[in-house]
């Protein structure tokens, strides 16, 4: 098996190819990425895991919003989000674009793979944990730990309105990213974060 060590070099290649990408996608999404690439590396720092594989990943995991039209997505109630037709969509488009992009940049295929594989079900925690993969895992957490930080619930309010975090009953945002703390996190260090950043972000009040 060929190593895999993408240098400093590497890693800003990807960010120029991945930015104009980003720029077309939902809006926010660019820095949604940027974030998610700071709570990977503090996740690396106390939990297993390749940190070439996931850093890799989650810089392109959400370039397939740039292929597909998201109102369906932006209207849609809460819960219905993950079933609509472009969040579906994404995750397929993205890991095809993701293959293209890491082919160019002569990855190893094994690696190209595995990232692909990824990001076609990265929305979907169930699968990706199932997988049984540190470093699929870790892309999985540091994603949805953005949820739950401060910049993400702006952006959510901005995307859906004030009644996404503040409306009550079961089906507003704001039960639904509840529920997630007990779904989208397995590891201790990204299950305690989790918790500190929904009670920083007032999701307790
Ligand atoms: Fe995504």
């Known amino acids: 098996m060929e190593h895999y060590h993408p ?11 991945v930015r104009p990408l980003l720029a077309k996608a939902r809006p926010g999404d660019w820095e949604h990425t940027r974030r998610t690439l700071k709570y990977a590396k503090y996740l690396l720092d106390h939990e297993p895991g390749e940190r070439d ?15 597909v039209q998201f109102s369906d997505f932006l209207n849609a109630p809460v819960t219905q989000k993950p079933q609509t037709q472009s ?8 890991a095809i674009m ?5 082919r160019e940049l002569d990855r190893p295929e094994e ?19 199932a997988l049984g ?7 999985v957490e540091a994603d949805r730990l953005d949820r739950f930080g401060p910049e993400s619930l702006q952006r959510f ?3 859906f309105g004030r009644d996404y975090v503040q409306g009550a009953g079961e089906k507003s945002g704001l039960e639904y990213l509840k529920s997630g703390l ?15 950043l929904a009670q920083a972000s007032g999701l307790f009040k």
């Open 7 to 17: 240098d400093e070099e590497f890693e800003r290649r990807l960010n120029d190819l």
């Open 53 to 67: 594989l996931v850093i890799t990943t989650l810089y392109l995991h959400d370039i397939g919003w740039s292929r």
């Open 87 to 94: 969040a579906v969509l994404h995750q397929k488009y993205g």
């Open 98 to 102: 993701a293959g293209e992009i890491l």
């Open 111 to 129: 690696m190209v793979q595995r990232i692909t594989n990824i990001i076609a079900i990265h929305d979907q925690p169930e699968k990706v944990f």
């Open 133 to 139: 993969d540190p470093s699929a895992t870790l892309v």
């Open 157 to 159: 309010t901005a995307y």
């Open 182 to 196: 007990g779904l989208w996190f397995i590891t201790p260090t990204a299950k305690s974060l989790s918790f500190e």
